[in-house]
């Protein structure tokens, strides 16, 4: 059985917007962004949202829904009281386009800012030989959809603009994690590297980053904190520590 639910959904631009109240009917089975949708048929049709798959796959949809990151297209309306107001806002932490869509160029910055897998100079294309449980290890982080929930929801750079300078966010920090962990991999001290250039040392492992990855990855326990603990071996390792001085 339908019902009528109340949404406030954020409505405006760069410049300023406000919250706005809506109607609008629920039916069995539907998640949030089909009630956008139908906001868009029937009541506001330059309401601005992104998607594209609506499988939770492509990563488009992210936004918040009573200020938690979600993805609006795995969000389910039966997770909500029917006489509860679904209060529907675009990511805190980028800059706002239009409605519920953001400025994400930040992420693709920093993605820039890795250097790229580097393999063997004597290795050929399907030379490559490696254990089942180091291909086990990353095929975890290749799960990732960029939907940026991560960086979204990761208080360094949410409450504290400034940050985005020098921390790259979980999600980048969990690339530079995987090539760090790749046997394959002959950059140049990939820890370092986080330290220095991506700002590993900002995060303090609250794990709000792994609480709303839609992919489950265990961003903090997996990638971060074996991250730290490279770094920690490389810099205080009293060899080390002689030979780099
Ligand atoms: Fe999204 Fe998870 Fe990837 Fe972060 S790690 S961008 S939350 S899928
Ligand atoms: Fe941020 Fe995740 Fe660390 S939320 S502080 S990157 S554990
Ligand atoms: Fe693709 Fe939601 S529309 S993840």
Redesign the pocket.
């Given at each position: 059985m339908g019902y009528q639910a109340r949404f406030r959904v954020w409505r405006g631009s760069a410049e300023g917007g406000e919250l706005r109240d809506f109607t609008a009917e629920v039916n069995e089975g539907e998640v949030v962004l089909d009630i956008l949708h139908r906001l868009q048929a029937t009541q506001c049709p330059d309401l601005a949202v992104r998607w594209n798959c609506k499988a939770g796959k492509c990563?488009s949809c992210s936004a918040e829904v009573n200020g938690r990151p979600k993805l609006l297209c795995m969000t389910r309306m039966s997770t909500f009281a029917e006489d509860e107001t679904i209060t529907v806002t675009p990511m805190r932490t980028f800059p706002v386009l239009k409605d519920l869509v953001c400025d994400v160029s930040y992420n693709y910055v920093k993605a820039r800012e890795v250097p790229a897998f580097q393999p063997p100079a004597d290795l050929g294309p399907g030379e490559y030989r490696m254990q089942q449980v180091d291909v086990a290890r990353s095929q975890e982080f290749r799960?990732?959809?960029?939907?940026?929930?991560?960086?979204d929801t990761c208080h360094v750079i949410r409450d504290h603009e400034p940050n985005k300078e020098s921390f790259s966010g979980?999600?980048f920090l969990?690339r530079v994690a995987e090539l760090e962990m790749h046997p394959l991999d002959t950059a140049e001290d990939r820890a370092e590297q986080a330290r220095g250039d991506h700002g590993l040392g900002q995060c303090n492992i609250t794990r709000c980053?792994t609480e709303?990855?839609?992919?489950h990855?265990q961003?903090t326990d997996n990638a971060l904190i074996p991250l730290k603990e490279r770094v920690a071996d490389r810099r205080y390792d009293p060899l080390r520590w002689l030979f780099r001085r």
């Open positions: 990563g799960k990732c959809i960029e939907c940026f929930l991560c960086q979980p999600r969990m980053c709303v990855c839609p992919e990855i961003i």
